[in-house]
């Protein structure tokens, strides 16, 4: 039952805080009118804690799906897992998520589609894997299985989101010094500008544009700060972001680190669905719309459609080039002993730290020729600096 806050006067017209159990808003005030209080506000202690609680994540749904799979492999009825977690401390929405479960469940729905109902933001394969946890008795292992999928995922995330912090400071704090001596530094030679004819190229570049960054500091500021909330903005959306991941895919380096992770969550995934009683066919189409490049999705469609029509996992994707010979040969040995789940983690655990070694590498590439673009262009303001310095005593004398 939802809980409500509220604030009212008394008959006396004294103020009384509190708090009561309601069916809704309307129930609430009719408890407070029928105590002969008037009421100033109420608030649903709900909404009230899904705003201190902040943005819905996916380690906010993850740890309550393991911990209902933890209930039910342990013997704990479905109805009576989904009403505890339903009266958790969790994210407000995921309790919410859950209560409306336990009300779906009392009315005879199936889990699936009482989950479906609630609209989580969770990846396709979660709800099938659900199905097929339904359909073999297993719920509690597949709900496990798509709780450590999901947990995975985001751990690749978290990785190269971290991975490029350092990068992103380091080329920030270069842009502001070099804003910093356009503005500041740059201005107080300007006087040599008249001298403009008889300056160097270089000398008379930098000094020309330190005088107009200072000239129209004013509005350019604000808008540089614009547009970098406007990019930001920007980013927060997932067409964006995709395209972004694209480009960036294409990159020396980069995208061989890209196209390995997405090999790992490829792998990994399949593993999961294939160890959850997922159809072969189906579960190679659920993981190719889990990856995020779209050459590579569409590679993976390719092999789904070439094993549809006959041909083995392992030779499919090496007539498409989809992975390496140590992946094809640990997918035929799958195959033909009849273990291709354990296989296919095997194969996710390699990818995922030739991924990680390339990321290493990659950063530390990345961190030494920022820090050399950075101290070229400073130098390169400097130098002009100097030249215009030197040219002016030369011309005194």
Same mark, same amino acid.
């Given at each position: 039952? @939802?809980?409500?806050? =509220?604030?009212?006067?008394?008959?006396?017209?004294?103020?009384? &805080? #509190?708090? *009561?159990?309601?069916?809704? %808003?309307?129930?609430?005030?009719?408890?407070?009118?029928?105590?002969?209080?008037?009421?100033?506000?109420?608030?649903?202690?709900?909404?009230?804690?899904?705003?201190r609680a902040g943005r819905l994540r996916t380690l906010d749904i993850v740890l309550p799906m393991h911990e209902l799979a933890t209930m039910l492999n342990s013997g704990v009825g479905l109805a009576e897992a989904v009403t505890v977690q339903s009266q958790s401390a969790h994210h407000p929405v995921v309790v919410g998520a859950f209560a409306q479960m336990a009300t779906s469940l009392q009315r005879g729905q199936a889990f699936s589609d009482a989950l479906?109902?609630?609209?989580? @933001?969770?990846?396709? =394969?979660?709800?099938?894997?659900?199905?097929?946890?339904?359909? &073999? #008795?297993? *719920?509690?292992?597949?709900? %496990?299985?798509?709780?450590?999928?999901?947990?995975?995922?985001?751990?690749?995330?978290?990785?190269m989101r971290n991975a490029l912090i350092y990068p992103t400071i380091l080329i920030c704090a270069g842009v502001a010094a070099v804003l910093i001596v356009f503005t500041f530094v740059v201005p107080k030679f300007s006087m040599l500008l008249k001298k403009s004819d008889q300056l160097p190229w270089l000398a008379w570049a930098v000094l020309e544009g330190g005088t107009w960054v200072n000239a129209n500091r004013v509005w350019l500021f604000p808008l540089a700060i614009i547009a970098v909330i406007g990019a930001a903005a920007a980013l927060?959306?997932?067409?964006?972001?995709?395209?972004?991941?694209?480009?960036?895919?294409?990159w020396p380096l980069?995208?061989?680190? *890209?196209?390995?992770?997405?090999?790992?969550?490829?792998?990994?995934?399949?593993?999961?669905?294939?160890?959850?009683?997922?159809?072969?066919?189906?579960?190679?189409?659920?993981?190719?719309?889990?990856?995020?490049?779209?050459?590579?999705?569409?590679?993976?469609?390719?092999?789904?459609?070439?094993?549809?029509?006959?041909?083995?996992?392992?030779?499919?994707l090496e007539n498409h080039d989809a992975l390496t010979?140590?992946?094809?040969?640990?997918?035929?040995?799958?195959?033909?002993?009849?273990?291709?789940?354990?296989?296919?983690?095997?194969?996710?655990?390699?990818?995922?730290?030739?991924?990680?070694?390339?990321?290493?590498?990659?950063?530390?590439?990345?961190?030494?020729l920022a820090i050399l673009v950075i101290g070229a262009v400073i130098g390169t303001i400097i130098l002009g600096v100097v030249l215009a310095i030197t040219s002016a005593n030369t011309l005194a004398t």
């Open positions: 039952m @939802p809980h409500f806050d =509220y604030e009212a006067l008394n008959a006396d017209g004294m103020v009384l &805080t #509190g708090n *009561l159990v309601a069916d809704g %808003e309307r129930d609430a005030l009719r408890q407070l009118e029928r105590r002969g209080l008037t009421t100033l506000s109420i608030k649903s202690q709900a909404a009230r804690k899904a705003r479906a109902a609630t609209r989580l @933001p969770l990846p396709s =394969y979660v709800l099938q894997l659900v199905k097929a946890g339904e359909m &073999t #008795g297993e *719920l509690g292992k597949s709900l %496990e299985g798509a709780a450590e999928q999901m947990e995975y995922e985001e751990r690749v995330r978290t990785e927060r959306k997932a067409s964006v972001r995709d395209r972004l991941y694209q480009q960036i895919s294409g980069i995208g061989a680190w *890209l196209t390995e992770s997405e090999i790992a969550r490829w792998a990994k995934m399949m593993g999961t669905l294939l160890g959850n009683k997922v159809a072969l066919l189906e579960a190679l189409e659920l993981s190719s719309e889990g990856l995020r490049l779209q050459q590579r999705r569409i590679r993976m469609r390719e092999v789904a459609r070439a094993v549809r029509s006959g041909s083995t996992l392992a030779q499919s010979g140590t992946g094809y040969n640990l997918v035929g040995v799958g195959e033909r002993t009849g273990t291709l789940p354990g296989m296919l983690q095997s194969l996710a655990k390699l990818y995922e730290e030739a991924g990680r070694q390339r990321m290493k590498r990659v950063l530390a590439l990345i961190e030494p």
